[in-house]
């Protein structure tokens, strides 16, 4: 004597969720067959003609009966499953990592997701997905300069002051120069590209006409710039631009905000005792970021010198006396809001992002 199949007896809201999986185009076509099987079988029909009718096997209209029987609608739904067992375990993760500490196979200068791949015997793409996970990229290529000063923490201590805290009555000056500005000379043009964009262009080739020395002084209080321009061939430029500083500064306490640059040192013990009004403070060596003149730099070089064209030095000077005097108008104080600065160490590997 066969199984007896229980009887499926329908409630109106499963027969109603039921009846919505059939009719539902974005219901899953095993999921439909199933709600079909369960509604006829809820009208009594056999195993067998359910499954002639559905074109399927009486195993699995028997299958699902039962299921829907024991559990419900959610009997109606797969099973969980484990699913295929990693080909990779934490142990290879750690290994891409300790690899890329290791030197680059002979003959290249950097390690590359193959090199990796071919070096472990792994898949390429599991390699790549690692170095995803962890943000690491192995094409671009960074530069920066970590400072060893023994002496970082007072210097550095004594200009954040000066940002943060300075003296009374006083001008905090931030005073640096940039050199061989060159005075390119090439077309200029705009430029439509095949997808509709239009955007500025420069001839490849250019001329050089020259280059001019910049020197600027960063007034902390005021944002204010005051430049001064000089020929290479001249001496003692740095210690003309102070001249000219202390001439705009009469009977006022000055304090300089320098870099280690060897022009900012020399004659400056014979020229300081003429001017005790006048104190100089060194940023840290490798730590220029702490003078604020370089910020004024940058905002130079995006806005009147990057991709101009000067027929001459006198063009180029002139451009950037323009541009100083057009800043000047609207200066405002760059806000320093660090309170503590230490110098940054480098990691040596890739392994610490493992742990």
Same mark, same amino acid.
């Given at each position: 004597?066969?199984?007896?199949?229980?009887?499926?007896?329908?409630?109106?809201?499963?027969?109603?969720?039921?009846?919505?999986w059939?009719r539902?185009?974005?219901t899953?076509?095993?999921?439909?067959?199933?709600?079909?099987?369960?509604?006829?079988?809820?009208r009594?029909?056999r195993?067998?003609?359910?499954?002639?009718?559905?074109?399927?096997?009486?195993?699995?209209?028997?299958?699902?009966?039962?299921?829907?029987?024991?559990?419900?609608?959610?009997?109606?739904?797969?099973?969980?499953?484990s699913?295929?067992?990693?080909?990779?375990?934490?142990s290879?993760?750690?290994?891409?990592?300790?690899?890329?500490?290791?030197?680059?196979?002979?003959?290249?200068?950097?390690?590359?997701?193959?090199? !990796? $791949?071919?070096? =472990?015997?792994i898949?390429? @793409?599991?390699?790549? #997905?690692?170095? /995803?996970?962890?943000?690491?990229?192995?094409?671009r290529?960074?530069?920066?300069?970590?400072?060893?000063?023994?002496?970082?923490?007072?210097?550095a201590?004594?200009?954040v002051?000066?940002?943060?805290?300075?003296?009374?009555?006083a001008?905090?000056?931030?005073?640096?120069?940039?050199?061989?500005?060159?005075?390119?000379?090439?077309?200029?043009?705009?430029?439509?590209?095949p997808?509709?964009?239009?955007?500025?262009?420069f001839?490849?080739?250019?001329?050089?006409?020259?280059?001019?020395?910049?020197?600027?002084?960063?007034? !902390? $209080?005021?944002? =204010?710039v005051?430049?001064? @321009?000089f020929?290479? #061939?001249?001496? /003692?430029?740095?210690?003309?631009?102070?001249?000219?500083?202390?001439?705009?500064?009469?009977?006022?306490?000055?304090?300089?905000?320098?870099?280690?640059?060897?022009?900012?040192?020399?004659k400056?013990d014979?020229?300081?005792?003429?001017?005790p009004?006048?104190?100089?403070?060194?940023?840290?060596?490798?730590?220029?970021w702490l003078?604020?003149?370089?910020i004024?730099?940058?905002?130079?070089?995006?806005?009147?010198?990057r991709?101009g064209?000067?027929?001459s030095?006198?063009q180029?000077?002139?451009?950037?006396?323009d541009?100083?005097e057009?800043?000047?108008?609207?200066?405002?104080?760059?806000?320093w809001?660090?309170?503590?600065?230490?110098?940054?160490k480098?990691k040596?590997?890739?392994?610490?992002?493992?742990?």
């Amino acid at each position: 004597m066969g199984r007896i199949a229980p009887v499926i007896e329908l409630s109106d809201k499963d027969r109603e969720t039921l009846s919505g999986w059939t009719r539902a185009g974005k219901t899953e076509q095993r999921l439909a067959m199933r709600a079909r099987i369960v509604l006829a079988a809820s009208r009594g029909t056999r195993n067998r003609d359910i499954a002639r009718k559905l074109a399927t096997r009486e195993a699995t209209v028997n299958k699902w009966r039962c299921r829907f029987h024991e559990s419900g609608l959610k009997g109606l739904q797969d099973m969980p499953r484990s699913g295929k067992p990693p080909d990779y375990t934490l142990s290879t993760e750690k290994s891409i990592l300790s690899a890329l500490d290791e030197a680059p196979p002979k003959g290249y200068a950097t390690w590359t997701g193959p090199l !990796v $791949a071919e070096k =472990l015997g792994i898949s390429e @793409h599991y390699v790549w #997905r690692i170095l /995803r996970k962890y943000q690491i990229s192995l094409a671009r290529r960074r530069s920066w300069c970590i400072s060893t000063d023994p002496e970082f923490v007072p210097k550095a201590a004594a200009i954040v002051g000066l940002y943060l805290d300075p003296p009374e009555n006083a001008i905090v000056l931030c005073v640096d120069e940039k050199p061989a500005i060159q005075a390119l000379e090439r077309a200029q043009g705009w430029l439509k590209l095949p997808n509709g964009r239009a955007l500025t262009g420069f001839n490849h080739e250019y001329k050089r006409n020259g280059t001019t020395t910049l020197f600027a002084a960063l007034n !902390v $209080a005021t944002g =204010l710039v005051k430049t001064g @321009h000089f020929m290479r #061939r001249k001496r /003692r430029q740095f210690l003309s631009f102070m001249n000219e500083l202390v001439t705009h500064y009469p009977d006022q306490e000055i304090h300089v905000i320098l870099d280690n640059l060897n022009t900012h040192k020399p004659k400056t013990d014979r020229w300081l005792p003429k001017h005790p009004n006048v104190h100089f403070y060194y940023t840290p060596t490798h730590a220029s970021w702490l003078n604020e003149i370089e910020i004024w730099f940058s905002i130079l070089w995006r806005r009147a010198l990057r991709g101009g064209s000067f027929t001459s030095i006198g063009q180029l000077r002139q451009a950037i006396t323009d541009f100083t005097e057009a800043y000047n108008e609207t200066a405002h104080p760059f806000e320093w809001k660090a309170t503590e600065v230490r110098p940054k160490k480098l990691k040596k590997t890739y392994a610490y992002l493992y742990n």
